[in-house]
């Protein structure tokens, strides 16, 4: 499975952006998705993840302003991030687990993207 990440860029304070993970090689609406963010000098985090039945997860930090979302069809898993704030600025990968559950861990996630940079100005 081979997972492409795109969509990150420069935005203001408040603004939005919209994440895209697109895999290809194998279907994945059997997979968990996850979309995991690392900012200079932190440890990889996660963000959100969806399972293959549509049950979503998040981390406190972004409850109410991101959601994720999946179109089993494009084989693509989108992360719509709003009222983003400087913290949120980081490389935000995507990764997929063959597991059933949404995982934290990110050693427990077999494919991963290329990360796609997110830089949220003041």
């Not at 499975?1 to 994440?19: E, H, K, P, Y």
């Not at 998040?58 to 991030?81: C, G, P, W």
Request: with cysteine.
């Amino acid at each position: 499975v081979q997972l492409q990440a795109c969509g990150g860029g420069l935005v203001q304070a408040g603004d939005s952006l919209r994440l895209s993970c697109t895999a290809s090689g194998r279907p994945f609406r059997y997979y968990v998705i996850a979309w995991f963010r690392q900012a200079p000098g932190k440890e990889r985090e996660l963000v959100a993840g969806i399972t293959n039945t549509g049950k979503s997860n998040y981390a406190d930090f972004v409850k109410s302003r991101f959601t994720i979302s999946r179109d089993n069809a494009e084989n693509t898993v989108h992360l719509q991030m709003n009222s983003l704030k400087p913290e949120d600025t980081a490389v935000y990968y995507c990764a997929l687990d063959p597991g059933l559950q949404i995982i934290t861990i990110p050693r427990s996630y077999n494919y991963w993207g290329q990360g796609t940079l997110v830089t949220v100005s003041s």
